[in-house]
């Protein structure tokens, strides 16, 4: 990313935001964030793949996302934690060569296209929306007019939504996560309520592996949890470390949930997984995985909603 491009995406970022009290436009050695600072909550977003890095909920003062201490912010690869935006595809894609892992819209500058504030009776701002869009969306044989807004809300919760809308005139599938590092204590001592049924073990890729009745994580752990019925209710999951709930997440329109560790030999081979940062992170993922088909005209809406 050259100076000029960036200096083109802040210009845009300014005068995007430059009615909103709640916005403000900071370019670092680290990239160009959109930083949100409301009466309920503050966030700070890369526009380097829309990549959420920070929600803190004024109530509590509790950073509710992890970055690793080693994660990379020269845009050669996405920062590792935070919120990375899994789109056209979740995980690799054999049918496209040299197919970036997670698909490629977080491995590029997006732009803030509409905010909104809205404001309580004293005029404080208690809900900001950002709609963010990527700068390209045809790439690797996906159509042009396969289009994907962000939508984030901050406010008491931190709420990420993406919609597709398949405005081509063919069938295209579909995959995706918000593909969230929350900041746990003790990898240990976490416990994960409100995941049920069963699951899809990556790791040794067995189906059926039925869901602990105690959810802890011991070892490293790649699963995807498909909902039985596609989701026609919300689903409910929260963190609690000892007897102390750490993070409420809510997903609605995923057809699974998707929980990562890496453990220990798994990030040691990672060169931006800090030493034992793996103990201080925990993935809880909303997906589309397995793929999902879009019909033209159809859209899909995936939401994770947490505090
Ligand atoms: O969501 C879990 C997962 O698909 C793991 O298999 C692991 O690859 C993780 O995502 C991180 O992927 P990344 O490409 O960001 O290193």
Same mark, same amino acid.
């Given at each position: ?81 935070? /919120? ?33 504030? /809205? ?104 699963? /995807? ?83």
């Amino acid at each position: 990313m050259t100076n000029a491009n960036i200096s083109i995406d802040e210009q845009a970022l300014q005068s995007a935001i430059q009615t909103f009290t709640s916005l403000t436009c900071r370019l670092s050695s680290d990239g160009l964030y959109l930083d949100i600072s409301n009466s309920k909550a503050s966030a700070s977003l890369s526009m380097f793949g829309a990549h959420l890095c920070s929600f803190i909920a004024n109530k509590d003062g509790r950073e509710r996302l992890w970055i690793s201490d080693s994660a990379m912010f020269d845009a050669s690869t996405p920062i590792r934690g935070g /919120v990375p935006i899994c789109w056209p595809w979740f995980g690799a894609n054999n049918k496209i060569n040299d197919a970036p892992s997670h698909g490629f819209v977080r491995n590029q500058m997006w732009r803030l296209n509409q905010a909104k504030e /809205v404001k309580d009776e004293n005029g404080e701002v208690v809900e900001t929306h950002c709609y963010l869009k990527p700068t390209s969306l045809g790439m690797f044989s996906t159509p042009a007019t396969l289009n994907l807004t962000l939508m984030l809300k901050v406010s008491t919760y931190c709420e990420i939504t993406l919609i597709t809308e398949n405005q081509s005139s063919q069938r295209v599938e579909v995959s995706q996560a918000i593909h969230s590092y929350f900041a746990i204590e003790d990898i240990n001592q976490v416990v994960i309520n409100g995941l049920h049924g069963t699951y899809y073990n990556k790791l040794d890729n067995t189906h059926n592996n039925v869901s602990p009745s105690l959810y802890t994580i011991k070892q490293e752990t790649d699963r /995807v949890h498909q909902r039985a019925v596609k989701s026609v209710t919300d689903e409910r999951i929260s963190l609690s470390d000892g007897d102390k709930n750490i993070i409420n997440i809510l997903h609605s329109g995923h057809n699974s949930t998707v929980v990562w560790n890496p453990w220990i030999e798994k990030s040691a081979k990672m060169k931006d997984m800090s030493e034992g940062g793996y103990k201080t992170m925990l993935c809880i993922e909303a997906a589309t995985e397995p793929r999902e088909a879009l019909l033209p005209g159809q859209k899909l809406v995936l939401t994770q909603k947490f505090d």
